[in-house]
Structure formats: structure tokens, C-alpha cells
């Protein structure tokens, strides 16, 4: 089953983000195939303020636990973290 993480910075944030980066994506690097997408939600200028992850996991509780050890979430950047079943219909490589 797939998930979008949809994680919003806490304000005035972005030292702390690009501090705890290198962790970061060392962890979504040891996801495996069980990441599908990941990057920045960005302002219109380009700076960093949230996440949009996407993962498969076998639940939901498997999904807040990946969210929950992420780097970024344990160095508390995250304002918010909200987990959304998924269906990757378009463009899906799995699929075609």
C-alpha cells in the first residue's frame, strides 16, 4: 500500500533542515523500493518548507513508524506530518 507523507516545516526552519539533510537522505536511502518519491515542497523562491514522501508500507502503523524515524521528524522540524493513503495511477513505472 502507498503513502504520501506531507510534512510541513516549523517556521524559520530551514538551518535545521539543511543541518540534519546528509541523515536525512542517508535514511530514505536505506528505504529501498519501499520509497517511491521524495523532495522539498519549496516558496516561490525555492526555499524549503515541508517534505512530500512517498512510501509503500503494509499499513498505516508501518507508514507513521517510517515517518517517525526519519531524521528530519526526530530533530523536530516538522510542524506537522500527515500520512494519506496513495494510489500512484499515472505514470505509475510499476505499471506499465
Known amino acids: 500500500m ?12 530551514v538551518d535545521l533542515r539543511m543541518a540534519v539533510r546528509p541523515d536525512h537522505l542517508k535514511y530514505l536511502e536505506s528505504l529501498g523500493t519501499s520509497l517511491k518519491a521524495a523532495g522539498p515542497f519549496t516558496t516561490d523562491e525555492g526555499s524549503p518548507t515541508g517534505s512530500l514522501v512517498i512510501i509503500e508500507a503494509a499499513d498505516r502503523a508501518a507508514a507513521k513508524l517510517m515517518a517517525e524515524n526519519d531524521p528530519y521528524a526526530k530533530a523536530g522540524l516538522f510542524a506537522s506530518v500527515e ?12 505499471t506499465r
Open 2 to 13: 502507498l503513502f504520501a507523507l506531507l510534512c510541513t516545516d516549523k517556521p524559520d526552519s
Open 83 to 94: 500520512i494519506k493513503p496513495w494510489k500512484w495511477l499515472i505514470k505509475n513505472p510499476e
